[in-house]
Nanobody, 121 residues
């Protein structure tokens, strides 16, 4: 199983982007899906997360300007970014916390390769 991300790019301040992340291959269960980002010289940080029940969590800096969602098949996660600012420039990574089999010991995180979002100052 792997995750494939798309949707990053160059966008002017105030603009919007929609990031997508799709998992290939089947799994037994999904616990959580999330988007993280990493700017140059900084640690990777959580942007938003969502559970199959629809519970969401957002970083304070992204509340009101982003929306995370998961598809019904629990294979894809999306991140809508609105009113983007230059400080949003980063590589965005999706993560899916999955259990491969019913009797797997625990959930494990799958990571995408990252997609670059650039918002010029």
């Amino acid at each position: 199983e792997r995750l494939v991300e798309s949707g990053g790019g160059f966008v002017q301040p105030g603009g919007s982007l929609r990031l997508s992340c799709t998992r290939s291959g089947s799994v037994f269960s999904v616990k959580r899906m999330a988007w993280y980002r990493q700017s140059t010289g900084k640690e990777r940080e959580l942007v938003a997360s969502v559970t199959p029940r629809g519970n969401t969590n957002y970083a304070d800096s992204m509340k009101g300007r982003s929306a995370i969602s998961m598809d019904d098949a629990k294979t894809a996660v999306y991140l809508q970014l609105n009113r983007l600012k230059p400080k949003a420039t980063a590589v965005y990574y999706c993560m899916q916390e999955i259990k491969y089999f019913k009797f797997s010991y625990d959930y494990v995180p799958l990571w995408g390769q990252g997609t670059l979002v650039t918002v010029p100052s």
